[in-house]
């Protein structure tokens, strides 16, 4: 009962000192979109050194539609991955989780070409699943987390 009751008030010292690590909201930026208009989420929340990537799909920012190259979305993807990375001072290789939908899982092969490119360290864990039909028609679409190692 002694450990129980320890245990929970180091819990509760703890917690206000997470609630007080610095977040960051990366608003969702696409070339040509107005600055007001957009979806109701930020691209990714930063807090302390994690930054947690919302989903996005490999719409071309000039049509609005999806390549119909599978190669062409996995690029656009991985590009758009990059950027918000890039904004919040991360490369890919700060990535430890992704996971990938696809609206097709005979593209897996094809994406995994274009997605090993991106990266020059380790490979983050993920998860690649097929998930029918995506937004907008999207080919694929990407959410994951980043952590900034401390030096």
Not at 75 to 98: E, N
């Amino acid at each position: 009962m002694r450990f129980a009751s320890f245990a929970l008030f180091s819990l509760a010292l703890a917690l206000p000192a997470a609630a007080q690590a610095e977040t960051t909201h990366f608003p969702i930026v696409r070339p040509g979109a107005p600055t007001t208009a957009g979806p109701p989420f930020s691209a990714a929340v930063q807090v302390g050194d994690t930054l947690y990537i919302s989903g996005s799909t490999d719409t071309d920012p000039a049509t609005g539609k999806p390549p119909t190259d599978p190669r062409a979305g996995a690029k656009l993807l991985m590009d758009g991955l990059v950027r918000t990375l890039t904004r919040a001072g991360m490369t890919t290789d700060d990535l430890v989780w992704v996971q990938i939908f696809a609206s097709d899982l005979a593209n897996y092969a094809v994406f995994n070409e274009v997605y090993r490119t991106y990266f020059k360290g380790p490979l983050p864990a993920r998860a690649f699943i097929g998930a029918g039909s995506l937004l907008g028609g999207a080919n694929f679409e990407i959410m994951g987390i980043a952590a900034k190692e401390k030096k």
